[in-house]
């Protein structure tokens, strides 16, 4: 299958965040502990009226059952949803719950109180205002896994984790290794493990990633890769952002046989036209280490109509040279794809999310139009609250790779996210 197709993913808008506020309990049983840690709360204790202080034993527990105490309120600071710390809080006096205090005829004078030592004076402990904040706080682990493989008995298998978490400036960093397998007929078969790191920071409406790191090969030298993209709004409702990525032309064994690099580069643009219908295009040029050269255009206009949507595909492809025999990578000089889809999203169960979809159009290569279709699946099983697991199938006869027969490309592909 193409490039493209392989790059491509849902586009998601994020923004959408809900903090909640919630406020200690009060807890009635001597020395007990009450840790939050995920709130941004002030309590205030009700006010208490002009009543002189209650002097007697009885005197209090009836004041502590009518009258909720200050004492035991703490306010959270903003740096306990990062590091919380426990609050103390402090124990009262016990309460004694018998049937003579819901009714006055049972109830039994308690014998005469003995005589009260003086109350010890505590130190109050002081909240650190400024917890300790770890280096990175690992807040996402995501295992992607895909097999692609072609009536060429071409296969490509990539395994390819990524842990990511904040740094204690509000930065994401993240980290990325894997084992991906590269077969085809006649070629020396690659595996490959790389080893990359990724930055990202929030500057005004800005977000940028930066990242880079190095492919290990088990009969190749070893190779260094970067990326880089950054966005920004345009108003409320479009986004554009801008990429740039090099490193090893993972299209197949050959390319890697034959060590294919190459730069890449280009603009995305996503407009939200309003909130069922959107916009999404990009353009891709391409300059490779055995001096060809290529651009790749993309567009897709989708509609939704609550579960169901349609939506309208244009690809273009150009190469400079056809070095398909020489390289190994499909390169053709004019390629063109236009289709339509359509699909259904919707929850099967509490736990299974579902999405089909189906698209037909035609096709384009040397001149020559072919019909292009394609079909697929992909659910989503909540396994808990933090864990996921997408499962998806598709296939599609779209040319990526000149032979003797139609191409068509299958492909399984997996993922696990996880939460902490």
């Known amino acids: 299958m193409f490039s493209i197709f392989t790059k491509i993913k849902n586009q998601q808008l994020y923004g959408f965040q809900l903090l909640k506020g919630l406020f200690f309990l009060r807890v009635l049983v001597p020395g007990v502990c009450l840790p939050l840690v995920t709130v941004i709360a002030r309590g205030e204790a009700a006010e208490k009226g002009s009543f002189s202080k209650p002097a007697t034993t009885e005197e209090r527990l009836i004041w502590h059952w009518l009258e909720p105490s200050t004492e035991d309120w703490e306010a959270l600071s903003f740096g306990s949803l990062v590091d919380p710390v426990p609050v103390q809080i402090q124990a009262s006096e016990p309460l004694i719950a018998a049937p003579e205090n819901l009714n006055p005829g049972l109830y039994i004078p308690p014998p005469p109180p003995e005589p009260t030592p003086p109350e010890a004076i505590e130190t109050p402990v002081e909240a650190d205002d400024d917890p300790i904040m770890p280096v990175w706080q690992i807040e996402d682990l995501t295992v992607e896994f895909t ?11 990539v395994i390819e984790p990524t842990v990511s978490g904040v740094l204690p400036n509000g930065d994401r960093l993240a980290f990325t290794t894997g084992f991906n397998n590269y077969t085809q007929p006649d070629v020396d078969s690659v595996t490959n493990i790389p080893l990359k790191v990724a930055w990202t920071r929030e500057m005004g409406n800005f977000t940028t990633t930066v990242g880079g790191g190095i492919d290990i090969f088990d009969n190749l030298p070893l190779s260094f890769n970067f990326q880089a993209n950054t966005s920004v709004p345009l108003g409320r409702q479009a986004n554009l952002s801008f990429f740039v990525e090099q490193g090893p032309y993972k299209f197949n ?27 999404f295009s990009l353009v891709r040029w391409g300059r490779y280490n055995d001096g060809n050269r ?67 159009g035609q096709q384009r290569l040397a001149g020559e139009w072919t019909p292009a279709y394609s079909y697929g699946t992909q659910c989503t099983m909540k396994i808990s609250e933090s864990t996921e697991i997408d499962l998806g199938y598709g296939f599609n006869n779209v040319i990526g790779q000149s032979g003797g027969s139609a191409f068509n490309n299958r492909a399984v592909s997996g993922a696990l996210r996880m939460s902490f």
């Open 294 to 360: 290529e651009q790749q255009s993309f567009s897709r206009f989708e509609h939704r109509m609550g579960e169901f949507a349609i939506a309208a595909n244009v690809f273009n492809w150009r190469y400079r040279q056809d070095l398909e025999s020489a390289s190994g990578y499909f390169s053709p000089q004019d390629f063109l794809v236009i289709n339509g889809e359509a699909a259904w999203q919707g929850e099967i169960l509490d736990w299974l999310d579902c999405r089909l979809s189906a698209s037909w």
């Open 147 to 157: 097999d692609e493989f072609s009536n060429f008995d071409q296969s490509n298998q």
């Open 253 to 279: 064994a050959t390319t890697l046989n034959e060590q294919i690099t190459a730069w890449q580069y280009g603009p995305n643009l996503y407009w939200q036209i309003d909130p069922n219908t959107s916009f």
